[in-house]
Antibody
Framework: QLQLQESGPGLVKPSETLSLTCTVSGGSISSSSSYWGWIRQPPGKGLEWIGSLFYSGSTLYNPSLKSRVTIPVDTSKNQFSLKLTSVTATDTAMYYC?????????WGQGTLVTVSS | QSVLTQPPSASGTPGQRVTISCSGSSSNIGSDTVNWYQHLPGTAPKLLIYSDDQRPSGVPDRFSGSKSGTSASLAISGVQSEDEADYYCGAWDDSLNGWVFGGGTKLTVL
């Protein structure tokens, strides 16, 4: 059973870069059958897809965030990350790493990131 | 403003059948499959239905999904108190070239 675990700072200052890491266990991040990505949920709001990393190494990002987001991968550590630059208070959210194909079968427990000075 | 439209709330008494709708357009629900997620407070969202009407292993068969045109529905037959949660629909959107979700429906079991 694939398991995902997010890690990273819970507090980020405005204009700085939000950096989170997702550690994958129970499967290889190099698997040809999986997508890997990030979804967030601002307080009191719905889910928002941030971006996805495909087994080919290509990435796809939400057009509304594309200029600020990257999803690097470290296959040696079986991890992938989220980098979101120039954050503002509107980036405050619960961030989930996800996997398992286009239906997002697997989810991490989520990590709350607050953007505040 | 979410791309997919869901009612903000739904309710039912134990044992009742409850349905939650999800409305989209030709660029998302009308051209691709719909997934449904259950989100219990303090937990990670859980995939409930994929590819319009398929249940992952372990999901009770009282949950079912359907789709017609640019709309989809989640039905819960014989709703139970443990089903009280937020439910989200999601789909790929060809125009946005990304995945989109509904705003979520909060189910209350009275």
């Amino acid at each position: 059973q694939l398991q995902l675990q997010e890690s990273g700072p819970g507090l980020v200052k405005p204009s700085e870069t939000l950096s989170l890491t997702c550690t994958v266990s129970g499967g290889s991040i190099s698997s040809s059958s999986s997508y890997w990505g990030w979804i967030r949920q601002p307080p009191g709001k719905g889910l928002e897809w941030i971006g996805s990393l495909f087994y080919s190494g290509s990435t796809l990002y939400n057009p509304s965030l594309k200029s600020r987001v990257t999803i690097p991968v470290d296959t040696s550590k079986n991890q992938f990350s989220l980098k979101l630059t120039s954050v503002t208070a509107t980036d405050t959210a619960m961030y989930y790493c996800v996997s398992g194909g286009s239906s997002f079968e697997y989810w991490g427990q989520g990590t709350l990131v607050t953007v505040s000075s | 403003q979410s791309v997919l439209t869901q009612p903000p709330s739904a309710s039912g008494t134990p044992g009742q059948r409850v349905t939650i709708s999800c409305s989209g357009s030709s660029s998302n629900i009308g051209s691709d499959t719909v997934n449904w997620y259950q989100h219990l407070p303090g937990t990670a969202p859980k995939l409930l239905i994929y590819s319009d009407d398929q249940r992952p292993s372990g999901v009770p068969d009282r949950f079912s999904g359907s789709k017609s045109g640019t709309s989809a529905s989640l039905a819960i037959s014989g709703v139970q108190s443990e089903d009280e949660a937020d439910y989200y629909c999601g789909a790929w959107d060809d125009s946005l070239n990304g995945w989109v979700f509904g705003g979520g429906t909060k189910l209350t079991v009275l």
